[in-house]
């Protein structure tokens, strides 16, 4: 028998989803979803990941699960053919975590790029010393383990495909170094993940509106799913573009320039055509641009016409299923169920393949009932 292909991927519920998440992989996975490559897709709220660095405000997570499930229905995720769930209803996750624990050591989790920098804003790095007197911040060890947590997340599922962003390459690299050293241990048990990333190096690290970094809440630099047609367009109209490029007859850059980064993720070919048709392309237009003689506002319009084009749909199932909450936790509940199950079943495996089924290994109670015996007699 092949292989089953399976996905899972998922998003902490610590805000609504934006561009961002769009083309980094929600965009993909909708794409996934409906191309029946797959024998299935779970699809997790990680509330339990996202605690570990909003642990002094649950009420932030749990008021945000809604969000995130409106976005991924909005999105065009359908809960007929995908399981969509809550990461902390599945207890089988933390039981896989504790189990791995055992295979992954400090000095390799202080490697993984997210623990480090964590640590090092908390004022430990690898040349202080022993005996070092400056205040360091304690970093709690749920937020140090959770590239674990994160291992057990996506075997639980025996996912062979993670779709996310290049933010999540180490957490499956970590995940991989897991697999392979619990089957080469108990036995091929767990299933070796790979991740799916975007195919285009805008998707890959959506800039915020401001043009620094990636775009994320914290920076206040988003476009998100949930704006109306009149945010997306003021949002855009004072993106970050060219700071040199002053007047329409100058030259501009295109690198680094927001505008065209966003046309590089969002643009298709029959934009042209319907929207600004004295471009035959998107290289047309940054030909234009780098001579000079064409003005940001141009660029601007065209990129809010294809924001509104995509973005229309997703607001209108977002107001239908924000009518329907209830619905929407309905289906929380039953994609929920589905993924017990797996985890279930794969938890299951790992207890045999380690032999720590005590009550069903007949052979164990059998041989030591027969030793004692022997002693006796
Ligand atoms: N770490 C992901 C994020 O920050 C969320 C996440 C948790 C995840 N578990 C996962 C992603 C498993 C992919 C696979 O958005």
Redesign the pocket.
């Known amino acids: 028998m092949a292989k089953k292909k399976i996905i899972?991927?998922?998003?902490?519920p610590t805000g609504r989803l934006h561009l961002g998440?769009y083309v980094g992989?929600l965009r993909r996975r909708v794409e996934l979803q409906n191309s029946g490559t797959f024998d299935e897709i779970f699809i997790?709220i990680?509330d339990a990941?996202?605690l570990t660095d909003n642990w002094d405000n649950p009420e932030k997570v749990r008021q945000n699960i809604i969000e995130v499930a409106l976005d991924y229905l909005s999105a065009g995720l359908d809960p007929e053919k995908v399981s969509i769930f809550i990461?902390s209803e599945i207890a089988e996750l933390c039981e896989l975590c504790f189990y791995y624990m055992n295979l992954v050591t400090v000095q390799r989790l202080q490697r993984n790029p997210t623990v480090k920098a964590e640590m090092l804003m908390r004022g430990f790095s690898e040349q202080a010393e022993a005996g070092d007197t400056t205040q360091k911040q304690g970093l709690p060890i749920g937020f140090f383990c959770?590239p674990i947590?994160?291992a057990a997340?996506?075997t639980a599922f025996r996912?062979t495909t993670?779709p996310?962003?290049a933010?999540?390459e180490p957490?499956?690299e970590q995940t991989r170094e897991i697999v392979h050293k619990f089957n080469s241990l108990y036995g091929e048990t767990l299933v070796e993940p790979e991740i799916l990333l975007p195919d285009n190096a805008a998707c890959m690290r959506l800039p915020g509106t401001d043009g620094k970094a990636k775009m994320s809440k914290s920076l206040g630099n988003c476009i998100y799913l949930s704006d109306t047609a009149a945010e997306v367009k003021k949002k855009v109209m004072g993106m970050y573009t060219d700071p040199d490029h002053l007047r329409i007859e100058d030259p501009g850059k295109v690198e680094g320039n927001c505008v065209f980064t966003y046309l590089d993720a969002f643009c298709r070919p029959e934009h042209f055509e319907k929207y600004l048709p004295e471009y035959e392309s998107l290289d047309a237009l940054k030909d234009h641009y780098r001579r000079g003689g064409l003005g940001d506002v141009k660029c601007k319009k065209l990129l809010i016409n294809i924001l509104n084009e995509l973005l229309d749909p997703i607001r209108e199932r977002r107001h239908y299923f924000e009518e329907r909450i209830e619905e929407v936790y309905a289906i929380l509940e039953k994609g929920t169920k589905r993924a017990h199950e797996v985890a279930g079943e794969t938890l299951r495996d790992v207890r045999n393949a380690m032999r720590i089924n005590y009550f069903e290994d007949k052979e164990l109670i059998a041989a030591q009932a027969k030793a004692y015996a022997e002693q006796k007699a």
Do not use: E, N
Not at 8 to 12: F, P, V
């Open positions: 899972l991927t998922g998003d902490r998440h992989s997790m990680a990941q996202a990461q959770y947590s994160q997340d996506i996912a993670v996310a962003g933010d999540q957490m499956v």
